[in-house]
């Protein structure tokens, strides 16, 4: 909110620079983003008495005036009407300056010599329009002043935060208030030198048929008004604040709203039908225009304020277009009423309409001022009106009075929650500042709050008063030692994922942070068909852009586009991992959302490099580093084929499980989605990958598997005894899965009775010295007895039932 | 038969003299094994001498027996030595030639990085677990009742406008826009004393650009007690402070306004690029706004069932985003979230 220095300084005489001001109200906790000199926007520009005028000799609408600025006289050439001689004008002399950059020069107009311009509210930027001639002065300033110094143009803009807690101070009147109360100086009242002379009662009957939503009304008719522009003075404090000056109904209005912080509604009475005013709900499908231009539709949920026939404004937000003050308005009926916060809130966001007026009344007015608000706007109305208007008494319809809200609170209170030592006495000061009403009670004191005090209601909200009017520099910063509540074991799970992502950047893998969102068309480009999408994923009711619809049900979106990008900007191996949230509609007929938490990685290029100067160390990636790469978090089962929608490929893919469910997947992005997605990508071929290209995934869901990595481990004991090793090369169908005769060799393994301890596959051959349909894998078995050293002759005959077993299970022999 | 002892000292005499020279003449290992076979073999002339010894009478055994093996013993050791000297000499002859850049690139293992708002978040975390607070989460899809109403924001309050929201379904399902829910949902299930860091990701409806961001990070830290002041709320936050931010950090409390606290505070530090003399950075003033925080409010205890009149609290929360962009100097927050490697990899 913007405020005005030198205003703020006629309600509370602080004597306080801009600057320090700021300081103050920093520390008072209102923020003043910033403070702007405002000058004049003229130099130069002095006070002249007119001393002479004759006609210009050349020019019938001119004339040449002779005019005095104490020291000198200057011929003048003027093209208004509205001088006489001896009146008192701002003079513009030679080399002065205009706020709209005009420079005033020694000139010839029409042949005449000029000395200089004599001004007009305008041109010194005062008003919107020259239409009254030259700004006359009053006759009893003395010469050659500067003008910007005899109207007191200087000032300075605070433009100051006021949190949403504190609508009292939303105006110079409630700022001024705030800071006597802090500063302990005596406050203007508004009501000192209000003149306002009443006559008849008001035209318009108000009938309040919402009291729930509206329970106060005060309602003034002005008669004879006589609208037109506003005085400078007016208007430029309104230009200040950030308002556009209109007439001087439309000013008066908003100047009050800044001034006092009430809003106002002006109507043309004679628009109003009946005329009458009713306070009510909209009915469903009404129409209003507004004034901003738009035609509104309301509901029963939109309090209106009505004529006898139709809405005329909508309350507390918008006044309505027809019944609106123009220049043809001759008698005004004035609102000041009360909205409840919450009606006014929620019809401004529904209808989307923010005012300054809907911005008061949703964070709450001060149902006192209304009466108040609506006299001082009456009185500058009649006032500012050539010929005075007249006003009737107000109409007050206080339907629905509220009792004081008071809080009952004692020094314990105060300083128990503050931990601070402030003296009763101290205290009850600070208080009395805010609540001038306090009385003292046995157990301290009893506070009835005022109207406008809408945050005070409990001891804690009195405590904040104290401490802010003491400084938060007052309260101590030395804790005391605090007891230590149990450890909970979501410590362990946040530690594990802290040392999963630790793990991974170690692989060499760099942590990407995506958005949640993703679009309709990502989704379908990663295979969920258009179904699934509605039926099971979750949408956005007010997404940012339909980019970000919807709620990503993988990782994988994100950082397939981080590997986009990464490759467009002329990265080639890129390893990148997320852990974040992936989201799924809950089971049919509940509207709840599964949440679940993924760790997911992309990869592409060579490993560990593609740049490598070893040809060993720059070979592409393949599907078993994947494997690897997933193996090194949990030892994971893993069963072939990726259940991923036709994302992965479907022959180099595998789902990773952990005790018997699956819990991840793995494999090589699918070369038709790859194409999809625009990644130009070579088709790999049979087995195993080959191309450094080829984009790799892995995803795992983490929260069934973030307790497993604090999981205590228990010591095995270590054999330490020599072991013989046997290489075996064998001849096996092409068909057969590693995993088959892994699965026997594991049993051979874990028998107690046999030596053997490990196996290892240290070769994998295929080619053309095999019989067709055949592999080779030769068999690193090594041997070892946990009590004494293994002889060669029981490694022969465990070697010879070994092969005897692989031949009977799958026909596998020795090569040759 | 007793042995000939003339004979004996003949060839003693003869060996004596040419093998200690000889196995000190051998030139390479191949040719000292080969005298060392000659001599202290199986079939070795000083081996074959040292056998012979036995058939000689008693009285010259025992007067050429240590002469013997004396001898062994010095062939022994000279031969060690000259083994370990032409060893090493023909090493050295093999390392001559060997030829490593040393200077050649790195197997690059390991190259990865944790993103600096992990960093920062953990930093965070792990500075509030060392003054006690234990670590929580929660969901990031909340209730209208969590995110909101049972933090004193009931429905059309105007603090509301400070929470720009995403909605996701009908039943006043939302993103949460701070990480305040996990206070509800921890004091809902279990009793006071309650002393908690919860790191994570919020949400807020709001344009997208160089500053604003419509998903960023908080952490933020509830201690519950009997007894607990502003005092302790001050004195942690600025042991809090100046652990993040170094142990000279200077910091102001100022009045504030959140729903949730009563009194509220914001927290700024002095400016952690300037040092407090002004800079584009702090807008001139010296101070960033660091943290908001403030005592519980009654409201907040009373909506979990907590009894306002015999546990007092504070709350705070920062901005994981923003102390990162300025500890790392990002200037634009939409570099957290692109994932260029090139930007990444720097952290």
């Not at chain 1, 539709?297 to 209106?304: H, I």
């Not at chain 1, 053309?768 to 050293?789: A, I, N, Y």
């Not at chain 2, 009742?145 to 996701?168: C, G, Q, S």
């Not at chain 2, 001139?284 to 409010?297: D, K, P, R, T, Y």
Request: glycine share 8%.
């Amino acid at each position: 909110m913007k405020i005005s220095h030198s205003w703020l300084q006629e309600f509370v005489a602080s004597g306080l620079s801009p600057e320090a001001l700021q300081e103050k109200l920093l520390l008072l906790g209102f923020e003043v983003a910033a403070v702007q000199r405002v000058g004049p926007g003229f130099a130069n520009v002095v006070s002249a008495q007119i001393l002479d005028i004759r006609k210009h000799p050349n020019a019938d609408r001119l004339s040449l005036c002779r005019v005095s600025d104490g020291t000198g006289e200057f011929s003048v050439v003027c093209g208004a009407t509205n001088i006489q001689v001896g009146q008192k004008v701002p003079l513009a002399r030679i080399g002065a300056k205009l706020p709209n950059g005009r420079l005033i020069q020694d000139t010839r107009i029409r042949g005449e010599t000029s000395q200089g311009m004599l001004c007009s509210a305008e041109e010194l930027g005062l008003a919107e329009s020259d239409v009254n001639g030259i700004h006359l002065l009053d006759g009893t300033v003395s010469l050659g002043r500067d003008i910007a110094d005899l109207l007191n143009l200087s000032d300075a803009i605070l433009d100051v935060e006021i949190t949403p807690n504190r609508p009292d101070c939303l105006s110079h009147y409630g700022l001024a208030r705030e800071l006597a109360a802090y500063l302990g100086l005596s406050l203007r009242s508004p009501w000192e030198g209000l003149d306002l002379a009443e006559e008849g009662e008001s035209s318009v009957p108000v009938k309040i048929l919402a009291p729930e939503a509206c329970p106060r009304y005060v309602g003034r008719s002005l008669r004879a008004v006589r609208v037109g522009p506003s005085p400078g003075w007016l208007a430029r404090r309104l230009i200040a604040c950030g308002f556009r000056p209109i007439n001087n109904v439309a000013d008066v209005a908003n100047y009050v709203l800044i001034e006092l912080g009430h809003p106002l509604h002006a109507f043309d009475q004679d628009l109003l039908q009946g005329p009458e005013i009713r306070v009510r709900w909209a009915s469903e499908g009404e129409r209003l225009l507004g004034l901003d231009g738009k035609t509104h539709l309301l509901d029963g949920q939109t309090l209106v304020i009505a004529d006898a026939q139709e809405p005329v404004a909508l309350a507390g937000i918008l006044g309505g277009s027809a019944s609106s003050v123009t220049d043809k308005t001759r008698n005004v009926f004035l609102e000041s009423a009360f909205f409840q916060p919450a009606i006014i809130r929620k019809a401004a966001r529904r209808l989307g309409i923010k005012t300054e007026s809907s911005y008061r009344f949703e964070r709450g007015s001060d149902i006192a001022m209304a009466e108040l608000a609506g006299r001082r706007a009456a009185e500058l109305i009649c006032r500012l009106s050539e010929p005075p208007a007249r006003a009737s008494r107000a109409h007050d319809e206080y339907v629905k009075k509220v009792p004081p809200v008071v809080i009952e609170a004692g020094e314990k209170d105060i300083n128990g929650l503050l931990g601070t030592s402030f003296s009763p006495e101290r205290i009850e000061g600070r208080l009395r500042a805010i609540c001038p009403r306090l009385e003292k009670t046995p157990g301290g004191w009893r506070l009835p709050v005022e109207t406008h005090r809408l945050d005070l209601t409990s001891a804690a909200d009195l405590a904040e008063e104290v401490a802010r009017f003491e400084g938060y520099q007052s309260v101590g910063s030395e804790p005391r030692t605090a007891s230590a509540p149990p450890v909970t074991e979501e410590e362990g799970r946040y530690a594990a994922l802290s040392r999963l992502r630790r793990h991974f950047a170690s692989l060499g893998f760099s942590e990407a942070y995506n958005y949640d969102f993703v679009s309709k068309k990502d989704l379908s480009d990663c295979g969920y068909p258009e179904s699934e999408i509605e039926s099971s994923l979750v949408g956005l009711l007010n997404p940012l852009s339909s980019d970000w619809a919807f709620l990503r049900p993988t990782l994988y979106i994100g950082l397939l586009k981080n590997l986009v990008y990464n490759l467009d900007h002329g990265c080639a191996d890129v390893r990148l991992f997320e852990v974040g949230h992936c989201y799924e509609k809950g089971p049919e007929g509940s509207e709840r959302v599964i949440e679940r938490r993924f760790l997911a990685a992309v990869l592409c290029g060579g490993y560990p490099s593609q740049f490598h100067w070893q040809k060993a160390k720059n070979r592409p990636l393949d599907v078993y580093d994947l494997k690897g790469f997933v193996s090194s978090v949990l030892p994971f089962d893993f069963e072939a084929g990726a259940q991923a929608r036709g994302f992965l490929h479907p022959k180099i893919s595998c789902r990773a499980l952990w005790k018997g469910s699956a819990v991840g997947e793995l494999g090589q992005m699918h070369p038709v989605a790859a194409q999809s997605w625009g990644i130009k990508m070579a088709v790999p071929r049979g087995h195993g990958p080959a191309d450094l290209k080829a984009i790799w995934f892995f995803q795992i869901a983490l929260d069934e598997l973030l307790g497993e990595f604090s999981a205590r481990r228990k010591m095995a004991p270590v054999d330490d005894l020599p072991a013989s090793s046997r290489d075996l090369s064998l001849l096996v169908d092409e068909a057969l899965a590693w995993r088959s005769l892994s699965d026997e060799i594991e049993s051979v393994i874990t028998d107690p009775a046999e030596p053997l301890v490990a196996a290892h596959l240290v070769d994998v051959y295929s080619g053309e010295k095999l019989p067709p349909q055949k592999k080779g894998w030769t068999l690193r078995l090594v041997f070892s007895r946990q009590d004494r050293t293994i002889k060669d002759e029981e490694v022969d005959e465990s070697v010879v039932k070994i092969l005897a077993k692989m031949s009977e299970r799958f026909g596998i022999r020795l090569r040759e | 038969m007793p042995g000939d002892t003339k004979v004996w000292e003949e060839k003693w005499n003869a060996l004596q003299e040419s093998c200690l020279p000889a196995v000190e003449a051998a030139a390479d290992l191949d040719s000292l094994e080969n005298l060392r076979i000659k001599f202290l073999g199986r079939k070795g002339g000083l081996t074959e001498l040292l056998a012979a010894l036995k058939d000689l009478p008693v009285a010259d055994r025992r007067r050429l027996g240590p002469l013997g093996n004396d001898l062994r013993s010095r062939l022994e050791a000279l031969l060690e030595s000259r083994k370990r000297a032409l060893f090493k000499a023909a090493v050295d002859r093999d390392l001559a030639g060997v030829k490593v850049d040393m200077s050649l690139p790195a197997t690059p293992h390991g190259t990865g990085t944790l993103h600096p708002l992990t960093q920062t978040m953990e930093e965070l975390v792990a500075v509030l677990n060392r003054l006690g607070f234990q670590t929580e989460e929660g969901p990031l899809v909340e209730t209208d009742y969590y995110n909101f109403e049972a933090l004193n924001i009931p429905p059309e309050h105007p603090a509301r406008d400070m929470h720009d929201t995403f909605y996701v379904g009908a039943d006043g399902l939302l993103l949460r826009t701070h990480t305040s829910p996990v206070q509800i949902r921890k004091m809902l299930n279990s009793a006071p004393p309650v002393r908690i860091v919860v790191p994570g990701r919020v949400f807020r409806h709001e344009a997208v650009d160089a500053s604003h961001s419509a998903v960023f990070h908080q952490v933020e830290g509830l201690y519950v007690d009997r007894d607990v002041t502003m005092v302790d709320l001050k004195g942690t936050l600025l042991n809090f402070a100046r652990a993040m931010f170094g142990a000279r950090t200077q910091v102001r409390f100022k009045p504030s306004y959140f729903p949730f606290t009563e009194p509220s505070v914001e927290v700024d530090v002095q400016c952690l690029l300037c040092g407090g003399g002004g800079c584009a950075v702090c807008k001139q003033s010296g101070w960033l706004e660091m943290l908001g925080a403030g005592m519980v409010h009654p409201n907040v205890f009373r909506a979990v069932g907590y009894d306002p009149s015999a546990w007092k609290g504070f709350a705070f929360g920062i901005g994981v985003d923003r102390v990162a962009m300025l500890r790392y100097e990002i200037s634009d927050i939409r570099l957290l979230y692109q994932n260029d490697l090139r930007f990444l990899t720097q952290f």
